[in-house]
């Protein structure tokens, strides 16, 4: 059997937990815990070590889901997460500009510990001030042109987030087709 | 709310230096902030504290897995010493380094004294 260990990184709020808690066919291991940092203002708490999920698409193919924290200082959980996984997902809230120069913090954090397939999910595109994926592509510091998979992914739908994973699948088969 | 991080710092650093084999410890906030700490030199306190945090979390998380119950402490024994985890409140957690030459026995019960002092301070 083929066992992918995809890894969902992105700033705080983005919807990493939520991601892994609506695809996961099992109980999921979520370790939030309540925020008494800036969080707070967004959501009452937070990952503070790990999420696990799992999902089997096929008798086949299963996938091990790893969500990481958000924030910095658990940036030795990015680290030992990473290290093990076999493609990654960058999930970016199109609604907090102010997050984007971080997400592309995370993105090089990753890019410097492993060359693996990825694709960066965009979130919340249906809350209001949300920007346009291109203009997001262009924020995170790619050009218009040449930018890693972007796919618009709503963390709360499951079909949306089984979707971004089967995408994400075919990109680790397919290596030709994949670009970073 | 606020906390009296002085008082706090202060039952910390005497907890420390007048504790046999302590070698440092922290009050952490269970999302991995520091509220107070008396750590040895080279350790970096926001880093000590996310990790505290991290350990705990999916230490009581890992309990509830295995059946264990209620967690009361998380104890990792290394070549060069211990590193002993407990809830203190809802709102800390406390970290206690010591090292290797500590009666397991006697530093249990100082850690149970020191925690009852931190609560009362926090409550
Ligand atoms: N409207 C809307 N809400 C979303 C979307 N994605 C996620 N959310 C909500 O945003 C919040 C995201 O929370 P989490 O899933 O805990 O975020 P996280 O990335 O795990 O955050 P940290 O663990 O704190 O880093 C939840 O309340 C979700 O319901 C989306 O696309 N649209
Ligand atoms: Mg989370």
Redesign the pocket.
């Known amino acids: 059997m083929e066992l992918m260990r995809l890894v969902v990184t992105?700033?705080?709020?983005?919807?990493?937990?939520?991601?892994i808690q609506s695809v996961s066919e099992i109980d999921v291991v979520n370790t939030?815990e309540r925020a008494s940092d800036e969080?707070k203002e967004q959501?009452e708490?937070?990952?503070v070590a790990m999420d696990f999920g799992k999902l089997r698409f096929s008798p086949e193919f299963a996938m091990h889901l790893y969500?990481t924290?958000?924030?910095q200082r658990f940036d030795f959980m990015w680290d030992l997460l990473i290290r093990k996984a076999h493609a990654y997902i960058l999930?970016v809230a199109a609604n907090q500009p102010k997050q984007f120069r971080y997400a592309r913090r995370i993105l090089n954090f990753m890019n410097q510990r492993v060359t693996l397939p990825m694709l960066i999910g965009i979130?919340?595109?249906?809350?209001d001030e949300a920007w346009e994926t291109q203009d997001i592509a262009i924020a995170l510091g790619f050009s218009a042109q040449k930018h890693p998979p972007l796919k618009i992914v709503?963390?709360?739908d499951h079909t949306s987030v089984a979707e971004t994973l089967l995408t994400l699948a075919q990109q680790l088969y397919e290596p030709a087709n994949h670009q970073t | 709310m606020s906390i009296n991080v002085e008082k706090l710092n202060q039952i910390l650093q005497e907890f420390a230096s007048t504790t046999n084999e302590v070698q440092g410890a922290a009050l952490v906030t269970p999302d991995g902030l520091p509220l107070a700490t008396t750590l040895p030199a080279r350790m970096d306190e926001e880093r000590v504290s996310a990790m505290s945090a991290s350990i705990l979390s999916l230490g009581e998380r890992i309990g509830k897995e295995l059946a264990r119950g209620q967690v009361e402490r998380i104890f990792v024994e290394g070549e060069d010493g211990y590193g002993i985890l407990t809830s203190c409140t809802e709102d800390a957690l406390f970290l206690v380094l010591a090292s290797h030459q500590a009666k397991q026995g006697v530093l249990m019960l100082e850690i149970k004294r020191i925690v009852e002092e931190l609560r009362s301070v926090l409550a």
């Open positions: 992105g700033p705080v709020g983005s919807g990493k937990s939520t991601f939030d969080t959501k708490t937070t990952t969500g924290p958000g924030q999930l979130t919340h595109t249906d809350c709503n963390p709360l």
